[in-house]
């Protein structure tokens, strides 16, 4: 089945510094890739996503690209900030698989000032 | 206010007695969804509904029922509760159905604690 998997946490960075979670997938289809970002104490909202091969997803300063030839989708910022600190899922859809939505484990990052 | 709610926020029970987690949403998405998030397992699927009265099993059914009488309201029932079922639950909705756009919307989660 499909399946998301992310680096383990948690990330501990500081303020300004640069930050790379790394996220690979295997999946039946051709996926759509989604990044969610959970804050302390809220729910997950959608942080950006990637419809097909090569896209960049972007938001807030967060930058991801659909690399299928590596089946990976790797979440960027160039400078973070102490209000970044929050739990990291990746995610995918892939309709060969019912279009369920898949999350990866989480990646905590903490950002300290 | 418009958007996704869940109650109670927080729930300390035992074992072997019914729990009912409740979640409404006011933006009238067909789709809704049950998720628990434990560490080590992500988020995982528990049920889902595409419209009023249509549920259907994710990956975790187990030890849960779900109702959806109304499109506005998605609750979830602990028949029996299991310390395995200490977790915290989210409720989410879609627009567009399992995958459309993706984006699913959360509520603010519910931790549930069986002792």
């Known amino acids: 089945g499909d399946s998301v998997t992310q680096m383990e946490g948690p990330v501990t960075l500081s303020e300004e510094a640069f930050l790379t979670i790394n996220c690979t997938y295997t999946?039946?289809?051709?996926?759509?890739l989604f990044w969610y970002v959970q804050y302390p104490g809220e729910g997950l909202q959608l942080l950006l996503k990637?419809?097909?091969?090569?896209d960049k997803g972007s938001n807030k300063g967060f930058e991801a690209t659909y690399r299928k030839e590596t089946t990976s989708f790797h979440l960027e910022k160039g400078s973070v900030q102490v209000s970044d600190s929050a739990v990291y899922f990746c995610a995918l859809t892939d309709k060969a698989a019912g279009n369920k939505l898949t999350f990866g484990g989480g990646t905590r990052v903490l950002v300290k000032p | 206010d418009a958007g996704i709610t869940q109650s109670p926020r927080y729930k300390i029970t035992e074992t072997g007695r019914q729990v009912t987690l409740m979640c409404h949403q006011t933006w009238s998405h067909s789709y809704m969804f049950w998720y628990r998030q434990d560490l080590g397992h992500g988020l995982r699927l528990i049920y889902y509904?595409?419209?009023?009265?249509?549920?259907d099993k994710g990956e975790v059914p187990d030890g849960y029922v779900v109702s959806r009488s109304k499109t506005e309201n998605f609750p979830l029932t602990l028949e029996s509760a299991t310390r395995s079922q200490t977790s915290v639950y989210f409720c989410?909705?879609?627009?567009?159905?399992?995958?459309?756009?993706?984006?699913?919307?959360f509520g603010e989660g519910s931790r549930l604690t069986v002792l």
């Open positions: 989410a909705s879609s627009i567009s159905g399992l995958a459309g756009t993706g984006e699913l919307f």
């Open positions: 999946a039946t289809g051709y996926p759509s």
């Open positions: 509904s595409a419209a009023a009265d249509i549920t």
């Open positions: 990637a419809t097909k091969a090569d």
